[in-house]
Structures are given as structure tokens and as C-alpha cells.
């Protein structure tokens, strides 16, 4: 198929891509435009969950066991929807307390326990390390099958053993401090998480529709075969059962406590917010890797016929259909899954078997001269050695187990540490000596059960030696400890080992009184009190004290670059700084050197350094006592304060749910997240379908201008089913954005307002029909007048053509002035619309006086008019003429016996101001304010309905304007309309 | 703790719905039943994530 040193030209390209990748993902961090701070990046850098262990195992155990692989992408999908309760706070601990692998996390909980730290580190390097052989000798094995070269698979999986240490050298060690995030690494691994999808997805979609006919097929096939029982759930015997749940919760157990997912979840962690996305797209991320393992497991057993070499049926399948490149992509998708694994893996333990092993044993050279130099090297030395015993055990014992099998393994390993550690999160009284004796049991329990076993398997231990009469007893038997049958050998393990566990932490716990110490740790993670931090912090230092500790462990370059960053933030200099500041230096620098030496070790480091005196030991232990007092006391008062909101919260809620208008709110990309019943009413759409859909899809009229139009404003929208609704948009003041939009229906409103304006119009051409009628009077008696003389005229006469050419253009100009005056009266009594449109108000005024101009009345009137120029307002122009005509006829009526009228209409900044003044009789001051009530009127019974100034009021407001009266009683009166100048 | 409330009630109802008596019940085809209810579980998880309080997912 491919030469094998072809192949390996093609691994080393793919590791300098790697490279690549991850270089340029660096350089843009430094230049501040990082790729790796989004939430896409984070969820796929959680994928290096999925080894090689999935890729190729995950077929094989399904080609042996059915469907019991699942367990193992089921347990995290279940644990992913507890991360916003339990990883949210882990990371928030971790990042307060600069805290980088689960050992520092534990040890630093109870006590700064160096003795707990230091097991845990160990436990976690001996449980995982087979892990990281499992990865190579799946590297080892699938190069000898795809280059079909039986030998050589060895010596190339150590040149590229140690191409991966130096990766991780490069991208995770480069510096000392280990709480610092490495881009370059997390974006390198989320690359290759999405080149190990990829293959996966391109081989079962050729296996399942390129040499079967899908899955139906598939599966009816090996309903037909010999491993029909596959489909089921093995046997549905008890033992299935039992050990489906122990896969499970361990499988659970790991995706918090494997290092290197602690490292990638909660170290790499740039922002808490991600987890949001994480939770659900890395379950998505794991089903779909997850969708094609049956298929190809079945694939692989229907044409080979044996669940030999199940392992590796990802890569011999499309080998065996001769598909040279989708083989060799396979081979790349399980080479990027190993990869990142035995990157991030060495990388995490290297860092805790430096923090909790080697520094606290070298942290007495630490006034030689090139200390960080030298702790640096050993990190980076312990890295390859880490990766180097993987490689080791890929070639002695691995050969031995299936990859399933070597992973469990880790995960029992790593399932130790949940008791003391989830405990610890949520019980104050859970002690380092509980934790210490329930992590030893556990670990005895997981050693004897799983690796004596393995050891005898491998041959590295003999049946006949006493170990080996031991195992055979059948009280002692490792796979049915203590006689308990039914379990299985995981369940058995995990139930025997977390059994003894927990009830030593317990018990222990329970039983024994915490240290100072262990009580100020448990304050910091249990209740987040950021005052037990400061609890320990009452010896006197300076900054130089304090500069010269960071220097013996860091170098004296970075630790003088700390101090001056800290007093550069303060503007003041560091002989001057307060005891609160020196607190939070101290703080600060302990910090630092939680990164390169672990939490644990550099609390112990100062605390050693800056003595307590005794007056502040005793302060301590009130404060203690004091803090202790104050959370009881918080607590109480925090479950009041709960229940008045959730009164509240309940009262809001009500009140938003029962109101009579549509409300709903929708987030930046106006998609709804609320949508409340009387939005339901109005719309038609039910809440389940609205909710998450665009609102301008769901209410397409409602247009998007409208609602991302910035600050609150209002509109009235007419929907193409003539529906009338108000429309209010209100933004959030949320960084994020969305906004509330609050929709009313006036519908019914418009119809009763255009009613009641057209029997104001109608009401107004009742006032200037006596005017109006004497105007049409006057040319009837005329043309009557004529139409006389013309029947009487005298045909012979010879003034006769003349005469009836003189009338008859006489009766045509009056009837063209009838014509006139009947048009204008058309005019305005036509049934007009809600719309608002462009218009020249000074035009509408014109119109207006034209129609008031024919009432009699107007003749004894001295008019006036000044009009500015005026720019286009946007009005409805039949309301606005109905306001001018109730303006003017209310003059006409003040002065019965003539006067003057002064019109002005100019515009004074966003307004135009239109002022109608008479020189009338005036308005009484007592009825002032009443003027504009509905049903008001000063004019005797059958003059006037009281309802124009009112309808006045409603237009002008309605439009956004105001109208205000002047009056003394026997002067006149001034009505001034102002109305806002809107951009047309 | 409203949220927290949520969050727990989804797992809770995830480990009953993927384990004993009530994976019993697709003993024999329990494949489809798996995957559907994993993408079900996926679908729930990302609601309860856009609709929970605090930081919203940037």
C-alpha cells in the first residue's frame, strides 16, 4: 500500500503542519487577535477526550461487547449538563487561586496539604501513564498496518514519541509558569479534533453507503449472522446492567478528572462564559463521532468474519475495499487523535509531578543561583520521560490488552479522586487526613484488582508466587472481591474502591477536628469567602521582602517585573505602599508562584518566610471564628432575600403574563426568547413555536429598522390584514443587546378615532352651513334672476345676442363658484385614513381658510396671516385641517361682531409653531383648564358639542405636538400649535 | 438557583433515561432509542444553556 518510510514523511508533514498551526496561533495571541478565545475552539479543544481509544477502540469493543462502548460518550454528554453548576465554579476556584493540575486543586483544598498533592500527582502519573502507551502502541500498530511493515512500527513510534514531548515542550513548558494559557497547544488541539471528526465521518459514510446499502442494511445482515446478540445489550444479564452504569459513571468521573481534561477545561480556560456553548456542542461533538462506530464494528466483523483485529477494523476495512486515500486519511484521523492526547496529557502530568513531586523536594536548592533555570529543565525532562514510560509500555505490556481495556484503567485511576474532590467543593468538614486515607484505600483497591491481574497476563508476576494464591482465594478473587459476584470486573473495582474511599473520607472527616489551616482552605472553596484569603496575611513585609522571595524561584527579572507592574497600577512607589496594598502584593506574588511551583507549595513558601507573630496568631483565630459567624448569619439573610425574589420574580411574571398588550423580548440577533399570552393572542403564535425563531419572521410586518432603531421609541404599524398595533421598542441596557418589544392592538381605537373624526367634520360643516348657504343663495337668486330675463327676452330685438351671451357667462361664473364651494365641502367630508404622510402645512392652512372663508361671518373679520417657510412635517393632513378649521371657527364664534385674526406660523427649532389669535371675548380664567376636556363647551345649548378642542388636543398629541391656550377675558385668546419637525 | 435547579433536572433525567429498568424497555433495538435520546439530551442541554441566567454565551 504506502512504503513505510512514505508514511512516516507523511506523519512528520502532518506533526510540522502541527507545528504550524500552532505557531501561528500563538503569534496572533501576542498580537492580540486570539483565535483561541471563543467558545468553538474551547468545545472542540474538550474533544481531546476522544484518543485513539475512540477512533480505533471504539469499534473494537463494539465488534466484541455491542453496544457497551457508548457508555463511555454517554457518561460525559450526562456530566456535560452539571458543568454550569460543578466546572464553572471549579474554574472560578482555580483561576482565583492560579491552580494547574487536580493534585495542586486537591492539596491546596485541604490544607495545602504537600502529602495529599504529592499522591494524587502520584496515583494520577501511574493510572494514566498506560494511557499515554495505549496512544503509541495505536500509533505503532496502525503504521505497521497501513504500510504493511510488521517491524519498524517500534523505532518510528519512538522518533515520533519524541517529536510529540518536544511539541509539548515547545507549546506547553516554554516558561515556568504553568497557570498561563498556551494558544498555540489549545489551538492545535482543536484542529486536530476536527481532523479526527472528519476522518471518522468520511470512513462510516463509505463503509455504511459505499459497501453496504446503509445502516438498514447493515443491520439486517448481522441480524443474519453469527453476532446478532451485538445489537442488544449483552445478554441483558445482571452483569450487563451493573457494568453499563460502572462505564458509565466512570466515564463520568474521567471528563472531569483525567489531566488533561482539567488542563484544557479548566487551565485553558480563557473565559467562563464558553462553558455555555461547551455544554451542549461537545456532547454534539461526541455523538456525532459516535454515529458510524456500529456500523463500521458490524461492517468489519460481516467481511472478515471474526472480531480479530476488531481494533483496527477503522483502518483494515477501507484497506481491504482498496481505498488508498480514505485509509490514509483514516490513519492521519487516529494519528491526530493520539497525537493530542500524549501532547496535552504529558503536558498536564509533567506539570503535576513537578508541582506536587520534584519542587517540593528541590525547594531547598532554591538559593542556588540558576534555580528557575534548572526547575525548568527538570519540567521539560519530565515531560519526555512521561511520554518515553508510555512508549515503554506500548511495547512490553500493551501488546497484551485491547486499547479499551488499557483506558479503563486510567478512568478507574482518575474516578479516586471524585469523593475528596466533589466533596471538598460543597463540605466544609471533609479533612486532609479523610482524603489521604480514602485516596490510599482506593488506590490499593484499583491496584489489586486491575493491575496485579494485568501484571500476571503480561507475565511480569507468576500464579504460583503467594500473590498469586492470594488472587485464586475466592474471597480475594480481584474480579469478585469479597466474594461479591455481579458486578464485573469494572464495577467491581470502581464499586470496591470508591466504597472504601468515601467511607474513610467520611468517616475520618467526620471523626477527626480540621486544622486552622484546613478551615481557613475550606472557607476559600466551599464558601468562595475571599476574606479567608486575607486571614494568614498579618505579618509585616515590605515589597522588597516580598520581591526578593519571587526571586529566588521565578528570577530576579520576573519578579521585579511583578512588583513593578503592581505599583505602576497603584501610581505610587513601592516603600510607600499601605498594609492593604502590601496584602494584595503579597497575594499577588504568591499568585505568580502558584503558576511555577504549584498553590500549595508557594502558600507554604511565604507563610514560612513571613512569620505570624503571636498577637497575630490570635487574630487569626477570632477572625476565623468571626467569618464563620458572618456566613451563618449571610446565609440566613441570602435565603430571605431568595424568597422575596422569587415573590417578586413570581409577582413580575404574573403581571407581564396578564396584560392585555403583546409583550416580548429578543436578543441581538432578534431571535425570541420571550414571548408572552397576550403576544400569543395577538400574533396567533403559540409561545413553543415563537420562542428562539426570528421575531421579523415571525412578524413580518414588524420591520427590522423598526426594532434595532437604538433608543425606546414608538410607532404605529398597520399590518396588511388592516390590524392597527402600537409598537414599542425598548432596548436592553445589557452589553449583549436584545430588546423588549411591546405591541398593542388599536385597532378598534383607530376606527372609533377616524369615527369621531368624521363627526367632528360633519359637526363643523353644520357651524358653516348658514355661511355656506348664503354663498350658494346669492348665485342662485342670480342665475334665477337671469334665467328670468333670458325666458322674457324679446327674439327680434337686436340687443338680444348680446344680452344672452352677457347672462349666460354670467349664470356660468356663478355656477363654477357654486361648483366651488360644493367641492371644498367634498373635500373635507370625505372619510379619511389613520396615515401619516409628507405634507406642506401651510397648504393644509390654506385649504382651511378657503372653506372658512365662505361662512359670512368671515367678512366682518380683519385676517392676517405670516407664514415662514416651512419644511415638509409628516401628519395626517385631514386631522391636522379638522384642528385648523376647529381653531378658526372658534374665533369666528368669539367675535360675532367682527375683529381681528392674526395666523403665524414659523418654525423655531425642531418645531413649527403655528399661533391663531383673535381679539374675541376671551375665556374665563375658572374654565381655563377645562377647555380641553371632552364635552366642554361655554356656547349655549345646540351651539356646540364640546368635542373640538378636545379632538384638537388628541390629533396634536397624537402627532407628538402640544397645543396651549392664552386668554384674559375680553381681549381674545391665542391658541399655539407646536408640532415636531420629524426627518421625512 | 433557579438555574441550578434546571441543570440538575436535566441530568437526573438523562441518568434515568440511560440506564436500568428503562433501557429495558429497547432491550432488543436499543441503538435508535440511544441515539435519539442522546440528540434529545444534546437539544435540551443547549435550550437550558440560552435560556439560563448570568453571563450569556458570547
Known sequence: ???????????????????????????????????????????????????????????????????????????????????????????????????????????????????????????????????????????????????????????????????????????????????????????????????????????????????????????????????????????????????????????????????????????????????????????????????????????????????????????????????????????????????????????????????????????????????????????????????????????????????????????????????????????????????????????????????????????????????????????????ALFGLHGLGKWGNSLFWSTFLNLTLYVGISLATRPSREEEIQALLFVESDDRARELPLGASVTAADIEGILAQYVGADQASGVIQDFVAARAVAAPELSVQELRALRFEAERVLSGAIGSSLSSIIFEDKLVLSEKERSELSSSLQQITASLRLSRQELAQTNLALSYLQEFSANIIESAPVGITSVDSSLRVNYWNRGMELLAGIGREVALDQPVDQLLPWLRRELILGGAQHEEVVQTPAQQCFRVNVSPFKDPSGGVVIILEDITEKTKMEEQLLQASKLASIGRLTAGISHEIGNPLASISSLVQELAALDDSSSEGPEFMQDSLNAINGHLERISRIVRSLGDFARVSTSRKVASDIREIFHRTTELVKYDKRFRRIRYQAEFEAIPPLLVNPDQIEQVFLNLLLNALDAMPEGGDLRVTMRRQGPEVVVQVEDTGRGIDPEVMDRVFDPFFTTKPLGKGTGLGLSICYGTVRDHGGTITIKSMKGSGTVFTVRLPIAHV | MQDVTVWIAIFILGLLCLNWPLLGIFHDRPFAYLLVFWLFFVFLVGRAARGGKGPPAP
Open chain 1, 1 to 479: 500500500m504506502f512504503a513505510p518510510y512514505n508514511v512516516f514523511f507523511i506523519l512528520l508533514s502532518y506533526l510540522l503542519l502541527l507545528f504550524g498551526i500552532a505557531w501561528v496561533a500563538e503569534r496572533q495571541e501576542r498580537r492580540g487577535r486570539s483565535l483561541v478565545n471563543n467558545p468553538y475552539v474551547y468545545s472542540l479543544s474538550l474533544a481531546v477526550y476522544c484518543t485513539s481509544w475512540t477512533f480505533y477502540g471504539s469499534v473494537g469493543r463494539a465488534a466484541t461487547s455491542g453496544l457497551s462502548f457508548l457508555t463511555i460518550y454517554l457518561g460525559p454528554t450526562l456530566m456535560a449538563a452539571l458543568w454550569m453548576v460543578v466546572l464553572a465554579r471549579i474554574v472560578r476556584i482555580a483561576k482565583a487561586n492560579r491552580i494547574t493540575t487536580i493534585s495542586d486543586f486537591l492539596g491546596f483544598r485541604y490544607g495545602k496539604s504537600l502529602l495529599l498533592s504529592a499522591l494524587v500527582a502520584a496515583v494520577a502519573v501511574v493510572g494514566v501513564i498506560p494511557y499515554i502507551g495505549l496512544q503509541i502502541k495505536a500509533i505503532i500498530s496502525t503504521f505497521e498496518i497501513i504500510s504493511h511493515e510488521p517491524r519498524g512500527g517500534a523505532a518510528m513510534g519512538l522518533v515520533i514519541t519524541l517529536f510529540l514531548g518536544g511539541f509539548a515542550i515547545i507549546f506547553g513548558a516554554r516558561r515556568l509558569d504553568a497557570s498561563e494559557r498556551h494558544g498555540g497547544l489549545v489551538f492545535a488541539v482543536a484542529f486536530e479534533s476536527l481532523v479526527k471528526l472528519v476522518a471518522f465521518l468520511l470512513v462510516g459514510v463509505f463503509v455504511t453507503y459505499g459497501v453496504f446499502d446503509g445502516f438498514a442494511d447493515i443491520f439486517a445482515r448481522i441480524d443474519r449472522s453469527p453476532f446478532a446478540g451485538l445489537q442488544s445489550l449483552e445478554g441483558g444479564g445482571e452483569t450487563a446492567y451493573s457494568e453499563w452504569f460502572a462505564l458509565l459513571v466512570l466515564s463520568m468521573m474521567a471528563i472531569l478528572f483525567l489531566p488533561r481534561q482539567f488542563q484544557m477545561a479548566v487551565v485553558e480556560n480563557c473565559d467562563e462564559r464558553h462553558l455555555r456553548k461547551a455544554v451542549w456542542l461537545f456532547p454534539l461533538y461526541l455523538f456525532l463521532i459516535n454515529i458510524f462506530v456500529l456500523p463500521i464494528a458490524f461492517a468489519g466483523l460481516l467481511l472478515s468474519g471474526s472480531p480479530q483485529g476488531a481494533d483496527y477494523f477503522v483502518l483494515s476495512v477501507p484497506l481491504g475495499q482498496g481505498m488508498k486515500y480514505l485509509s490514509l486519511m483514516v490513519f492521519l484521523g487516529g494519528f491526530s487523535a493520539a497525537t493530542s492526547m500524549v501532547i496535552v496529557e504529558s503536558l498536564a502530568l509533567s506539570t503535576m509531578a513537578m508541582n506536587s513531586i520534584v519542587m517540593p523536594a528541590l525547594i531547598g536548592f532554591h538559593e542556588h543561583r540558576r534555580f528557575p533555570t534548572i526547575i525548568l529543565s527538570i519540567k521539560r525532562l519530565i515531560i519526555l520521560a512521561v511520554v518515553y514510560l508510555g512508549y515503554l509500555f506500548a511495547v512490553s505490556i500493551g501488546e497484551f490488552y485491547s486499547l479499551v481495556d488499557i483506558g479503563l484503567k486510567s478512568f478507574e485511576a482518575v474516578a479516586l479522586f471524585a469523593p475528596a474532590f466533589l466533596l471538598g467543593l460543597y463540605w466544609k468538614r471533609g479533612s486532609r487526613t479523610g482524603a489521604i486515607a480514602g485516596l490510599c484505600a482506593g488506590f490499593a483497591v484499583w491496584f489489586y484488582t486491575l493491575i496485579i491481574p494485568a501484571l500476571f497476563k503480561a507475565g511480569i508476576l507468576t500464579e504460583s508466587g503467594a500473590l498469586g494464591r492470594l488472587t485464586s482465594s475466592g474471597f480475594l478473587d480481584p474480579n
